[in-house]
Structures are given as structure tokens and as C-alpha cells.
């Protein structure tokens, strides 16, 4: 079926462009330079985002917020056995989108790969992200009871991306209780895994989905009634943030690849090693294989010449260039 509606940030319609520059979205596997330590990723994005003066209040800002103040000097690596842990990345990633302070942040399953620790220290970095102004809209996979009950609004989705329930988190299981018919669940059970199983395997007592038992609900009707309130009264212009200059990009990006360089010795002497070697090989293959102009060489010596020079930059040209593509890209 076809899809419709709009667009809406504080009350005013948004283009793609628009949700992009006002949007903050966190991948949930995210890519990390791992030349670069935990503050000058999050500098360089709080460098590319915002004016130059405030630039720097806004990294120690985002930094403080994800508790990684102390972790700054540390190289992020690549995760497999160095630089930081997986908690840790996931908590940068939000700390590098969060420094242009977007009036919405969307986050991929930020609980994903995680131990259960490890996730409760992410999840309330993210609540108090949310305290402070900042909307949250987070998709998370079977999350523990402590996890589900941090969140303040659940939207439940069955099969086929339906509403089965938008709501309170609270009063998510008494919702689903009173459309089977049966008591809530006990403070005991996970609610998420039982909302999970509920969608799975029962239906209304009613009968129908739990997409039309939500659809024909006062909850459904409140919600409706309450965004359309929402989007009348709200005033507030969302603008997004300036971001920096042409120039200044280019002289960021430029410093940040030889940062890489100066951090990675073993990278520069293996292309300095590569190139020595292929010009020892070129060298004893064509050596005595041609005269210059002007000794009475014939155009077999020039077409030698040629070909070596030919031959000598398109090999080590490409050689070069397929080995700085990880570092300028990782």
C-alpha cells in the first residue's frame, strides 16, 4: 500500500535536507577512525559542525555528558584487542553526533554486542541525555527489565512495521493484559520478552490484531489528539547548526591524514620498502636496454626508455595508491 503523512519538528514540516542537518543518527555499528584518541574524534566533529568559538566548549560538553572525559588521550584502535572497549565506542559515536546539539537523536539498537553491564552504562548515558532536552528515539532488541523500564515511551510494532501500542513504558503490560483478558504480568517478569511473546503467539480476546485493538482505543485517540495539540502550540524554530567553511574542512581533513601518517611508522616504511624494491626491479630489467637522445641511440632505445618510465609510474602510482586508501579512509 501506498505510504503517506508529514514531516514534523517542532510543529513545522521538514525536508530530507532538513531532518539531516537537525537529525543526529547513531549507527549501531559504527565507524570509528582508529588512529585518532577519543577527544580528537570528538573534536574534529565539533570542529567540522559548528563555529570555531564554540567548537571546544561543545566537545567537553559532549564528552562529560558520555562520561569519557578521563578517556580522551586514548586511541579509539580497532576494537579487536586494542583501543578502547565496545562500551566505550558505542559511547563515543553518540558523543561525536551529540556535540551539535541536534534537538533529535535517533539511535540503531545501542545495546547491541553488549554484556548487560556494559548496556546499562550506555542506556544511562543516553537518560540523561534525554533529562537534559534532548528527544530520543532509540530501536532496541529484547532489552532486560532494568534496560526497558529506563525508557519513558515505548512505540511496539508486530509484523509489518503496525502500531500495537504507543505509550508509556509503565503501563505497557496492563495494556496487553486487559486486551488478552488476563492480570497484568508480576514485577518479576521481563516485560519486553513477555510483550515480545504476547505479539508472537497470542491475540485479542476479542478477536481481530492488535493493530485494530490499538487503532479503535481511547490510548490511540489520546495520542492522536495530543500530537495534534503539540504541533499547534509549538513555536519553537529548530535551526541547524552553521557548519564550518570550505577552507577550514580542508585544512581539518588534511591534518587529520597526517596525523594518521605520523601514528602509523609501520604503514610508511613498508610503501618506502615496497617502492625501493620495484625500483631495484625495474632497474636490473632494463638496465643496458637503451641510450638517451643525442648518443646515437635508435627508437628502439627510445621506445625502452619509454616503456620503463611508462611501466615504472602506472605500477608504483597504483601500488601507492591502493595502500593509502585504509588510512585515509579507516
Known amino acids: 500500500g501506498a505510504v503517506a503523512g508529514e514531516v514534523l519538528l517542532a510543529g513545522a514540516p521538514q525536508t530530507a535536507a532538513d531532518m539531516r542537518l537537525k537529525c543526529a543518527y547513531v549507527e549501531q555499528f559504527p565507524a570509528l577512525w582508529p588512529l585518532a584518541t577519543v577527544g580528537e574524534a570528538v573534536g574534529m566533529c565539533a570542529a567540522l559542525k559548528l563555529p570555531r568559538g564554540g567548537a571546544q566548549r561543545a566537545a567537553q560538553a559532549a564528552l562529560e555528558d558520555l562520561r569519557l572525559q ?3 588521550h586514548e586511541l579509539i584502535g580497532t576494537g579487536v584487542g586494542t583501543g578502547v572497549s565496545g ?3 558505542k559511547r563515543l559515536s553518540v558523543a561525536m553526533e551529540l556535540v551539535a546539539g541536534p534537538p533529535v537523536l535517533f539511535l540503531d539498537e545501542p545495546t547491541s554486542g553488549l ?6 552504562t ?14 530520543v528515539v532509540c530501536t532496541i532488541h529484547q532489552p532486560s527489565q532494568a534496560i526497558f523500564s529506563a525508557f519513558t515511551f515505548a512505540l511496539v510494532l508486530q509484523k509489518g512495521g503496525r502500531t500495537a501500542y504507543l505509550g508509556e513504558v509503565a503501563a505497557a503490560g496492563g495494556y496487553f493484559a486487559a486486551g488478552l483478558g488476563a492480570a497484568a504480568p508480576g514485577p518479576d517478569v521481563n516485560i519486553a520478552s513477555w510483550l515480545l511473546n504476547t505479539l508472537t503467539n497470542e491475540a485479542p480476546a476479542e478477536g481481530g490484531s492488535w493493530e485494530a485493538l ?11 489528539e495530543q500530537m495534534e495539540a503539540l504541533a499547534q502550540s509549538c513555536g519553537v524554530e529548530v535551526r541547524a547548526p552553521e557548519a564550518a567553511p570550505a577552507w577550514a574542512t580542508t585544512r581539518l581533513l588534511v ?3 597526517w596525523l594518521g601518517y605520523w601514528r602509523n611508522p609501520s604503514y610508511n616504511f613498508t610503501r618506502l620498502g615496497s617502492t625501493l624494491v620495484i625500483s ?12 638517451l637522445p643525442g648518443t646515437a641511440a635508435n ?13 615504472s609510474v602506472l605500477f608504483v602510482g597504483i601500488s601507492n595508491a591502493n595502500m593509502v586508501q585504509p588510512v585515509l579512509m579507516g
Open 70 to 72: 578521563g578517556d580522551r
Open 87 to 89: 562500551e566505550k565506542r
Open 214 to 224: 490499538y487503532a479503535s482505543s481511547a490510548l490511540a485517540r489520546g495520542n492522536a
Open 280 to 291: 631495484v626491479l625495474f632497474g636490473v630489467t632494463y638496465v643496458g636496454q637503451g641510450r
Open 115 to 120: 554484556d548487560s553491564r556494559a548496556a546499562a
Open 122 to 135: 550506555v542506556v544511562g548515558c543516553v537518560a540523561r541525555i534525554a533529562e537534559a532536552g534532548t528527544a
Open 255 to 257: 591534518q587529520r591524514s
Open 299 to 311: 627508437a628502439g632505445d627510445v621506445q625502452n626508455i619509454m616503456g620503463l618510465l611508462y611501466s
